[in-house]
Nanobody
Framework: QVQLVESGGGLVQTGGSLRLSCAAS????????MGWFRQTPGKEREFVAA????????YYADSVKGRFTISRDNAKNTVYLQMNSLKPEDTAVYYC??????????????WGQGTQVTVSS
């Protein structure tokens, strides 16, 4: 089992920044592809970003490219999501996810409990 705990959410104004963190425990962190997803009420959970096992490769949804940056620190068992130039439409609950395989990151084996991000206009 992998346990994932997100932190760093909160309320920010349009154009502001936040950094989300996700601390992992339970298994060897570097064996897992890590991802971030988000969900708003009444909508399906959507992919935001993913990072490969070593951190060398990253992938983003078109809606966040150029504004969000995913990174990981394998020594700290933590993945980050730096969010800049935030917009009201970025308001959502953000979830951290883990899967051993990059091809399966959109249906990951493990989820965190989520952290709320609210962007005020």
């Amino acid at each position: 089992q992998v346990q994932l705990v997100e932190s760093g959410g909160g309320l920010v104004q349009t154009g502001g920044s936040l950094r989300l963190s996700c601390a992992a425990s339970g298994r060897t962190f570097s064996n897992y592809v890590m991802g971030w997803f988000r969900q708003t009420p009444g909508k399906e959970r959507e992919f935001v970003a993913a990072v490969s096992w070593s951190g060398a490769r990253t992938y983003y949804a078109d809606s966040v490219k150029g504004r969000f940056t995913i990174s990981r620190d394998n020594a700290k068992n933590t993945v980050y999501l730096q969010m800049n130039s935030l917009k009201p439409e970025d308001t959502a609950v953000y979830y951290c996810a883990a899967d051993p395989n990059m091809v399966a990151i959109h249906t990951p084996d493990y989820w965190g409990q989520g952290t709320q991000v609210t962007v005020s206009s």
